[in-house]
C-alpha cells in the first residue's frame, strides 16, 4: 500500500525558506505515471494546491506562489522536495505531499496522501 | 478566499440525506469534468471520496454521490451516518494556466 510520509522543521522565521521533503514507500515515484504534489492548509482555513512535479522534473506550481515555489524530485531516494522562500505568517499551514493523477492518465484526483505536517512561521 | 465556494455548514440527522454545493465558473467547474471531492475528520489528512464529477474509488460506500450542474457540483451523502461528520472539500481542474482550485471546505455536523 502506498505510503507518504513528510518531514522537516516545524518552525520557521520570517523571510527566510522552508523546506519539506516527501518519503514515499510501497511504490516506485518513478515508474507510477502520476504526478506528486504539495498542498497546505492555514489553521481553519481551506485547501491550497502549492504545485506538482513529475519524475522526469516537470513542474507545474500555483501562479500565486510561482515565485517563490520550487520542487525536486529524487526517484533514487524515492522523495520529493518542496522549497518556498522569503517565507511569512500567511506560509504557517499544515503541508501534505499527495499523488495527483492527471489529464495523462484521463482524470484528475489526489489519491493518496500524506499525514501532513504543521509548519509555523514564527520570530 | 477560495477560488471554488461551498457554504461554511450543513448538518442532518442520522438516516437523512444531505447535499453540499461547490460553486465555480466557466474556467473550472464548468469547463472540465475534472472535480473531485475529498472527506477530512479532525486532525486528519483528506481521502479522496469522488473524482471525475461522479466516480467512487473502492471502498467508498455507494451513500456518497456526485454530480453537476453548469458551473455547480454536488456531493450528497445518504442515510447519514456519525462517522460521516466531517469537513468536505471540493476540488476543480482549472485549466493549463491556473491547475487546480479548491472549495474553502463545509462541516457537516451529524446531529
Known amino acids: 500500500q502506498l505510503q507518504l510520509q513528510e518531514s522537516g522543521p516545524g518552525l520557521v522565521k520570517p523571510s527566510e525558506t522552508l523546506s519539506l521533503t516527501c518519503t514515499v514507500s510501497g511504490g516506485s515515484i518513478s515508474r507510477s505515471n502520476h504526478y506528486w504534489a504539495w498542498i497546505r492548509q492555514p489553521p481553519g482555513k481551506g485547501l491550497e494546491w502549492v504545485g506538482c512535479?513529475?519524475?522526469?522534473?516537470?513542474?507545474y506550481y500555483n501562479p500565486s506562489l510561482k515565485s517563490r515555489v520550487s520542487m525536486s524530485v529524487d526517484t533514487s531516494k524515492n522523495q520529493l522536495s518542496l522549497r518556498v522562500s522569503s517565507v511569512t505568517a500567511a506560509d504557517t499551514a499544515v503541508y501534505y505531499c499527495a499523488r495527483q493523477a492527471t489529464l495523462r492518465l484521463n482524470t484528475y484526483k489526489f489519491d493518496s496522501w500524506g499525514q501532513g505536517t504543521l509548519v509555523t512561521v514564527s520570530s | 478566499q477560495s477560488a471554488l465556494t461551498q457554504p461554511r455548514s450543513v448538518s442532518g440527522s442520522p438516516g437523512q440525506s444531505v447535499t453540499i454545493s461547490c460553486s465555480g465558473t466557466s474556467s473550472d467547474v464548468g469547463g472540465y469534468n475534472y472535480v473531485s471531492w475529498y472527506q477530512q475528520h479532525p486532525a486528519k489528512a483528506p481521502k479522496l471520496i469522488i473524482y471525475?464529477?461522479?466516480k467512487r474509488p473502492s471502498g467508498v460506500p455507494d451513500r456518497f454521490s456526485g454530480s453537476k450542474s453548469g458551473n455547480t457540483a454536488s456531493l450528497t451523502i445518504s442515510g447519514l451516518q456519525p462517522e460521516d461528520e466531517a469537513d468536505y472539500s471540493c476540488?476543480?481542474?482549472?485549466?493549463?494556466?491556473?491547475?487546480?482550485?479548491f472549495g474553502g471546505g463545509t462541516k457537516l455536523t451529524v446531529l
Open positions: 476540488c476543480s481542474f482549472a485549466g493549463t494556466y491556473t491547475y487546480v482550485v
Open positions: 471525475d464529477v461522479t
Open positions: 512535479i513529475f519524475d522526469n522534473g516537470d513542474t
